[in-house]
Every structure is written in C-alpha cells, then in structure tokens.
C-alpha cells in the first residue's frame, strides 16, 4: 500500500565525476519499520543517505517523503517536515552537561525561525522534556556531567537523545554501533528498537547480528546498485549477497 510508505527514492543515482556511487537504486521504507542499509565498503550507502537528506545533489533520481516531492528541498527543509539524520558525535557540545545539550537541541527551531525571547515557563518545560528523554536513553545518571567525560557508548545516547530532541518522524542513523563495546551495543540496540515503536528509522550498520536483530527489512548495495532486498532470513542466504561480503572480507 503506497500510504504506508514513509520514504520512497526511484532511480537515485550519484555521479562523481564520471564514476557511478549510487546507480538507479529505488528504496521504499515502510512507516514505523527498521530498515538497514548494508552493504560492503565503498557500496554507496553513505552517499545514499546524504542524497536522502539533500546533503548531496542527486545526479538523477526523485525522492518522497510522506508523499510529498523532496528532491529539490534544502536539508533544513527535509528536517522540519520530519526526515532527520542523526547528529554526528562532534556536533555534540564537550563542555555543557548533558542536560545543556539536550536543551540545545530542543530549542533548535525546527519549525520556528528564531526567537529573541523566552519566557520562564518555556525553559521549565524545556528543562522537563530535556531530562525525559534524558531518562527515555538511559543517561539520567549523567544528566549533570559535561558531554566530554561521557564513556563512548553513552556519548552514542546522547546523540540519539539530542536527535529525539526534534522529535522526527523518521531518523537516519549511520553505523550507530560503531567503534561501541559489546555492553553498549545491546544497550543502544534497546535504544533504537523503543525509539522506533512510533517512528521510522533507516540506518546503515554493520554489525549483523544487530542488523539481524532490529530490521524489518534489508537492502543490500554492493557497488553503488541494489543487490538484494528482503527481511534477514531471506537475504542472508542470498548467493550474491553472501559472496559479495566474502569477496571484500567484510562480513
Ligand atoms: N565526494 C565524493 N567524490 C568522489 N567519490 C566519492 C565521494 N563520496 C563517495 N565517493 C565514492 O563513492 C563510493 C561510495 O562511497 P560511500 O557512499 O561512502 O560508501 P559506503 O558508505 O557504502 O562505504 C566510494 O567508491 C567512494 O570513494
Ligand atoms: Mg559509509
């Protein structure tokens, strides 16, 4: 059914100078689904998502978001009608709290242009929302403790929280496990399956048995074009697909 398609690319491609990244790929992403993008290093998925959010120009190829037309639209346009990408760790303030942080983040004006002012019963709300999702990712603890003395995994929540902050409708999150211990893993593993229960989220990892875990359905690239596509158990038998990993070492 169309309408339950959140986010739909037909014919996406990327010309770098003549060399094809991302070729003729069509993605549609079911509302409220964990989709995964997976695929070998160099398969385009990178350039995949910052052609979904406009970071990059597609070279052809349109995408739409809750049906509307986005191809054209500017990042900032893309993040207020509800498709945000996760905020890379160096976004996140060092030397604020945590709490400073998630406060930041939700006054970052989505919606409104900027605002000279606030009142005294906005920041108390702002200070309420902040420590629940604070609480929501796990961080209550460190609610007071500057981002930058934050163990690694939780630096991780923290940025999931600051992107919740926006509240979006679908969130693209790009390898949320990398460089994480195993402790953390499951955590923000945890993390994304209760984030997702009333959004969608695209994310590309590459940790299988995450990937194996939390998706609903895979897409596999392999040099810039789809290789296969399907839940877990179908793809991971797939002889291309399987070939593919085992062909550049990656599994
Ligand atoms: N800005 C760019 N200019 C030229 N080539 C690029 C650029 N960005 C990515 N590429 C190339 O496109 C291919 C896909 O890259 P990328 O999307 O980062 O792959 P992945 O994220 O799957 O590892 C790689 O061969 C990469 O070198
Ligand atoms: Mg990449």
Redesign the pocket.
């Not at 993008?37 to 120009?57: D, E, Q, R, S």
């Given at each position: 059914m169309a309408d339950d398609i959140i986010l739909e690319a037909t014919g996406l491609t990327k010309e770098?100078?003549g060399?094809v990244?991302v070729k003729d790929v069509d993605l549609r992403v079911r509302r409220h689904s964990i989709h995964a993008l997976i695929?070998p290093?160099?398969?385009?998925?990178?350039?995949?998502f910052n052609l979904l959010t406009h970071f990059l120009v597609p070279t052809s190829g349109r995408i739409r978001f809750n049906g509307n037309d986005i191809t054209g639209s500017s990042p900032a346009a893309i993040a207020r009608m509800g498709l945000v990408r996760s905020f890379q760790i160096s976004a996140v303030f060092p030397h604020l709290s945590v709490r400073d942080n998630v406060r930041v983040a939700l006054q970052r004006p989505l919606r409104n242009s900027f605002q000279f002012w606030r009142s005294e019963r906005v920041l108390d709300s702002l200070n309420a929302r902040a420590l629940e999702l604070i609480d929501a990712v796990g961080l209550g603890p460190y609610a007071e403790l500057p981002a930058v003395e934050l163990p690694y995994g939780r630096k991780r929540a923290l940025e999931i929280a600051t992107t919740l902050a926006l509240d979006p409708e679908m969130m693209l999150l790009d390898e949320p496990m990398a460089g994480l211990a195993h402790e953390d893993i499951d955590r923000i593993a945890a993390l994304i399956r209760k984030v997702a229960a009333d959004r969608t989220v695209l994310m590309?990892e590459h940790n299988m048995s995450v990937v194996a875990d939390l998706s609903d359905m895979i897409t596999v690239?392999a040099r810039?074009e789809k290789l296969a596509e399907g839940p877990y158990g179908e793809v991971s038998k797939h002889p291309q697909v399987i070939e593919a990993y085992v062909g550049t070492g990656h599994g």
């Amino acid at each position: 059914m169309a309408d339950d398609i959140i986010l739909e690319a037909t014919g996406l491609t990327k010309e770098f100078l003549g060399f094809v990244a991302v070729k003729d790929v069509d993605l549609r992403v079911r509302r409220h689904s964990i989709h995964a993008l997976i695929g070998p290093n160099g398969a385009g998925k990178t350039t995949c998502f910052n052609l979904l959010t406009h970071f990059l120009v597609p070279t052809s190829g349109r995408i739409r978001f809750n049906g509307n037309d986005i191809t054209g639209s500017s990042p900032a346009a893309i993040a207020r009608m509800g498709l945000v990408r996760s905020f890379q760790i160096s976004a996140v303030f060092p030397h604020l709290s945590v709490r400073d942080n998630v406060r930041v983040a939700l006054q970052r004006p989505l919606r409104n242009s900027f605002q000279f002012w606030r009142s005294e019963r906005v920041l108390d709300s702002l200070n309420a929302r902040a420590l629940e999702l604070i609480d929501a990712v796990g961080l209550g603890p460190y609610a007071e403790l500057p981002a930058v003395e934050l163990p690694y995994g939780r630096k991780r929540a923290l940025e999931i929280a600051t992107t919740l902050a926006l509240d979006p409708e679908m969130m693209l999150l790009d390898e949320p496990m990398a460089g994480l211990a195993h402790e953390d893993i499951d955590r923000i593993a945890a993390l994304i399956r209760k984030v997702a229960a009333d959004r969608t989220v695209l994310m590309v990892e590459h940790n299988m048995s995450v990937v194996a875990d939390l998706s609903d359905m895979i897409t596999v690239l392999a040099r810039g074009e789809k290789l296969a596509e399907g839940p877990y158990g179908e793809v991971s038998k797939h002889p291309q697909v399987i070939e593919a990993y085992v062909g550049t070492g990656h599994g």
